[in-house]
C-alpha cells in the first residue's frame, strides 16, 4: 500500500519564478494538507484541502495557492519565488474518521532550494 | 508567536535506559497532541497521539503524558534503542474548533548510543 507520494524530491529555482509541487494521498485519505520545514525548525502549516475546498489556511502570503482534484492529490504552487521560500516541503494525508487514531500520514518532502 | 515549544533541542541515553522527550503548549484551545518520529530524508511518521480528556496513553515502548494544568506532555521510551535515534516532534491541534491544522514544535534529536 503506497503512503503519501510526493514530487518532484528535490527542485532548483530561480529567485521570481514559480514552482508547483505534487502530492497524491495515502490510499483511502481524502484530506491533503501542506507544510513548510524551515532548515531547523518544525514543520509549519500552509493550508489544507478537503473536497477539492482550501478548508483552512495558515499564515502564508497569497503566493502560495493550492488545487485538489477529484481523485484527491493535490497541487501547491509557489509564484514568485524569494530565498526564504527555500525549504522541506512535505504533504499530509488523512482520514477525519482515524485521524485521532492513526494521525496524519506525511510525505517524503520536496526539497526546494531557490538560488 | 511558539505556541508548541520543545525546549531541549537535543538528548543523549544508553541503549536500555528510558528517554524522556518534553514538550509544553500555550494555547488552552489545543485538545489533541500527537508525537511524529523523523529520520533524515524522510517524512515525519507517526508514533502516538493522546486527547485532551486523557492524562496517558501508551503504546509498546511509547508512553505519552499529559498535564492540562501545566500545559506540558512527555514522551517516554522504555527500553531506549538505537534504532529510535531520530527528531521528534510534538504536535497539538484544537480538533473541537474543527480544524485540523498541526501546529509542530521545534524538534527534539535523540540520540541512543549502543
Known amino acids: 500500500d503506497a503512503g503519501v507520494t510526493q514530487s518532484p524530491t528535490h527542485l532548483i529555482k530561480t529567485r521570481g519564478q514559480q514552482v508547483t509541487l505534487r502530492c497524491s494521498p495515502k490510499s483511502g485519505h481524502d484530506t491533503v494538507s501542506w507544510y513548510q520545514q524551515a532548515l531547523g525548525q518544525g514543520p509549519q502549516f500552509i493550508f489544507q484541502?478537503?473536497?477539492?475546498?482550501?478548508?483552512q489556511r495558515g499564515n502564508f502570503p497569497d503566493r502560495f495557492s493550492g488545487h485538489q482534484f477529484p481523485n484527491y492529490s493535490s497541487e501547491l504552487n509557489v509564484n514568485a519565488l524569494l530565498l526564504g521560500d527555500s525549504a522541506l516541503y512535505l504533504c499530509?494525508?488523512?482520514?477525519?474518521?482515524?485521524?485521532?487514531?492513526?494521525?496524519?500520514?506525511f510525505g517524503s518532502g520536496t526539497r526546494l532550494t531557490v538560488v | 508567536d511558539q505556541q508548541v515549544k520543545q525546549n531541549s533541542p537535543s538528548l543523549s541515553v544508553q541503549e536500555g535506559r528510558i528517554s524522556i522527550l518534553n514538550c509544553d503548549y500555550t494555547n488552552s484551545m489545543f485538545d489533541y497532541f500527537l508525537w511524529y518520529k523523523k529520520y533524515p530524508a524522510e517524512g515525519p511518521t507517526f508514533l502516538i497521539s493522546?486527547?485532551?480528556?486523557?492524562d496517558k496513553n501508551e503504546d509498546g515502548r511509547f508512553t505519552v503524558f499529559l498535564n492540562k494544568s501545566a500545559k506540558h506532555l512527555s514522551l517516554h521510551i522504555v527500553p531506549s534503542q538505537p534504532g529510535d535515534s531520530a527528531v521528534y516532534f510534538c504536535?497539538?491541534?484544537?480538533?473541537?474548533?474543527?480544524?485540523?491544522?498541526?501546529?509542530f514544535g521545534q524538534g527534539t534529536t535523540l540520540q541512543v548510543k549502543p
Open positions: 499530509a494525508s488523512s482520514y477525519p474518521k482515524t485521524e485521532t487514531i492513526y494521525g496524519y500520514t
Open positions: 484541502y478537503y473536497e477539492e475546498e482550501e478548508r
Open positions: 493522546i486527547s485532551s480528556i486523557k
Open positions: 504536535a497539538a491541534s484544537a480538533r473541537s474548533s474543527n480544524t485540523g491544522k498541526l501546529i
